[in-house]
T-cell receptor, first 113, second 111 residues
Framework: NAGVTQTPKFQVLKTGQSMTLQCAQD?????MYWYRQDPGMGLRLIYY???????DKGEVPNGYNVSRLNKREFSLRLESAAPSQTSVYFC????????????FGDGTRLSIL | EDQVTQSPEALRLQEGESSSLNCSYT??????LFWYRQDPGKGPEFLFT???AGEEKEKERLKATLTKKESFLHITAPKPEDSATYLC????????????FGKGTTLSVSS
């Protein structure tokens, strides 16, 4: 049971570099999410996709873009990385976007120098 | 503004010493309250969903309860393997699909 799989697990970037974080789920869920987790801040929603073909901004979308490639895959792109984007990024999925528990991957630890 | 506050920030227990973690929330129209467990270096692991005041859910040594303003996660006779950070999150009408997370309670259980 893979659940939600994120790649890579770790990455170090230089300021200004670009990168795409990958996420795939095998639970046939309709909704997918990207969060970042910072010390003392809790988890904050970056973007979400309520269903295939739709994406919407969350609480902290600036500096990020997303693509819902198909029902299984949801990627997060940093076009020009900044040190403030150093964080742990989590992808999650749920059956749908209303009242359903979200299931998380194990995260991508991203450092931007 | 929708808010979720967890207390205490950290809790140290002896094995077998029962206690409770608190999650208080101020939201407009609660649609669901979720408890997660997070181990170091891992993603949050779903534990419970509570939808209405008075509802209770149990799993092994854990029991979650919900009132109109707060939720408690009761841990009965904890073991060292219960050591983790416990996160509370709510979904509310005005927040749309987003989960609003608290900052978590880090539980350490020593033998």
């Amino acid at each position: 049971n893979a659940g939600v799989t994120q790649t890579p697990k770790f990455q170090v970037l230089k300021t200004g570099q670009s990168m795409t974080l990958q996420c795939a789920q095998d639970m046939n869920h309709n909704s997918m999410y990207w969060y970042r987790q910072d010390p003392g801040m809790g988890l904050r929603l970056i973007y979400y996709s309520a269903s295939e073909g739709t994406t919407d901004k969350g609480e902290v979308p600036n500096g990020y873009n997303v693509s819902r490639l198909n029902k299984r895959e949801f990627s997060l792109r940093l076009e020009s990385a900044a040190p403030s984007q150093t964080s742990v990024y989590f992808c999650a999925s749920s059956v749908d976007s209303r009242n359903q528990p979200q299931h998380f991957g194990d995260g991508t630890r991203l450092s931007i120098l | 503004e929708d808010q979720v506050t967890q207390s205490p920030e950290a809790l140290r227990l002896q094995e077998g010493e029962s206690s409770s973690l608190n999650c208080s929330y101020t939201v407009s129209g609660l649609r669901g309250l979720f408890w997660y467990r997070q181990d170091p270096g891992k993603g949050p692991e779903f534990l419970f969903t509570l939808y209405s005041a008075g509802e209770e859910k149990e799993k092994e040594r854990l029991k979650a309860t919900l009132t109109k303003k707060e939720s408690f996660l009761h841990i009965t006779a904890p073991k060292p393997e219960d050591s983790a950070t416990y996160l509370c999150a709510v979904q509310a009408d005005q927040a749309g699909t987003a989960l609003i997370f608290g900052k978590g309670t880090t539980l350490s259980v020593s033998s």
